[in-house]
């Protein structure tokens, strides 16, 4: 089944929601570098950010397949889900590793939107795509956690009431295992900000609200620890799968809009004498654009049907993301091209979706890691790190 027919309802839903953020609205919030909190508040109402979520604990209790829905139909409108996509994937790590209380005390006010779960910070300005190497430092006293370090690009940090944060709690040469010593902890940043917790906003090329964050010797109660210490690495990664799953399906839904607007464009301007996509140095690019999506669709699909089936899909999240985000590019590229002068007018949304997709060959993981992990995770090749 192609991804477009997965859905319906959904994506229906959805369709018309977004109908009611048009271009207009999400180029005042770019201008701006501000963060689009009426759509976020909207898709939380509607439920569509808590598909996830078991209904034990008043969510949908759908797959991921009803998120990567969701979220391509989103981007396929001309919105974006940056602002809140994080909603959906970062409750994974207390849902499948959070104790039953912790559980029961967060789960359904995430689902309802009363907390806001939009934060997840990993990386780090001197360790990089190197997360064995992060250095903040969580040291146990009594009956908290003391934290000490720095985040950097922690996106939605302002816009968020908890966040859950990788830190080391044993040093990286005391382990056996590069991998070892490292724990989650759910910060209530309400309580933390301005009691050891600094927020610093990072203007960046795209709207997405991200940020750096600064830890002074802040207390983190223990009962915060998400599962076992020293384990948290382990943790992370299964949600980093749905999460690359997830902005793949961003990228294919931009890749979609661009298409959708290249098209209509090219049967629409007419230059020497007729549309400029009866020439065919403007339809084959299209088309080509349409092959490769429709080829990244599939492996969306594919990682996601494997991630709800439960089975490891790693290097299938893998490739989804980099096949998504290559090919969303190249749409843009083209529906840029396309477009001649007026692709370049704020007003077209093409400019603006064009910067909004670059992001994702970088972020959440960069092209290169993803061959690195294909070269020696699925090819058995040697590691060059
Ligand atoms: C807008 C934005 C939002 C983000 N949001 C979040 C967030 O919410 N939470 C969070 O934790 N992080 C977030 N990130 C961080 C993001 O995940 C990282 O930027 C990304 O993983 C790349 O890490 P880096 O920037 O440290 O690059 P580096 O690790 O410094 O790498 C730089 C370049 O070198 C390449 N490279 C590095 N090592 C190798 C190698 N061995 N072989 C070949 N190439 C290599 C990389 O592929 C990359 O192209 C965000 C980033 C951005 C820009």
């Known amino acids: 089944m192609s991804s477009t027919e997965s859905f319906p309802e959904i994506r229906e839903s959805v369709r018309r929601l977004c109908a009611d953020f048009p271009g207009t609205y999400w180029q005042a919030k770019d201008r701006d570098r501000a963060y689009p909190t009426e759509f976020v508040e909207t898709l939380t109402r509607e439920g569509f950010l808590s598909v996830l979520i078991p209904e034990d604990y008043s969510g949908s209790g759908l797959g991921l397949g009803a998120a990567t829905a969701i979220l391509e139909e989103v981007h396929r409108s001309g919105c974006n889900g940056g602002a809140c996509h994080a909603q959906m994937y970062v409750m994974g790590t207390l849902l499948k590793h959070g104790s039953d209380a912790q559980k029961a005390q967060y789960l359904p006010a995430v689902a309802s939107g009363d907390l806001r779960l939009q934060a997840f910070g990993v990386t780090e300005p001197t360790s990089g795509t190197d997360t064995t190497r992060i250095r903040t430092f969580a040291r146990k006293d009594g009956d908290d956690y003391i934290v000490s370090g720095q985040k950097i690009w922690i996106s939605r940090a302002e816009h968020s009431d908890l966040m859950v944060l990788l830190v080391r709690t044993t040093p990286r040469e005391e382990c056996l295992k590069s991998s070892d010593g490292m724990s989650v902890l759910l910060v209530d940043m309400r309580e933390a900000i301005g ?9 960046t090329m795209l709207n997405h609200a991200t940020t750096e964050l600064f830890f002074d010797d802040l207390r ?51 230059v020497f004498g007729r549309p400029i996509g009866q020439n065919q140095g403007i339809q084959f690019p299209i088309a080509r654009a349409q092959v490769q999506l429709s080829a990244a669709a599939l492996m969306v699909d594919k990682a996601a049907a494997m991630f709800d089936a439960g089975e490891n899909c790693g290097t299938e999240a893998n490739m ?29 949304d093409i400019e603006r ?13 960069s092209t290169n890691l993803i061959l690195s992990h294909v070269a020696t995770h699925a090819l058995g090749l040697p590691k060059s790190f």
Request: hydrophobic share 40%; net charge neutral; charged share 25%.
């Open 320 to 348: 989804a993301k980099m096949l998504a985000s290559e090919a969303s590019w190249y749409a843009g590229d083209q529906c840029l091209q396309t477009h001649g002068g007026f692709g370049f007018a704020e007003e077209y």
């Open 220 to 270: 983190v109660p223990a009962a915060n620890l998400i599962g076992e210490e020293g384990k948290g690495f382990r943790y992370i990664l299964s949600g980093m799968n749905a999460e690359r799953i997830l902005i793949a399906s961003e990228c294919i839904g931009d890749g979609r809009f661009f298409i959708d607007r290249a098209v209509a464009y090219a049967k629409d301007r007419e």
């Open 353 to 365: 979706k064009f910067r909004e997709t670059r992001l994702y060959q970088t972020a959440p993981i």
């Open 195 to 203: 009691k050891g917790l600094t927020i610093r906003p990072i203007r």
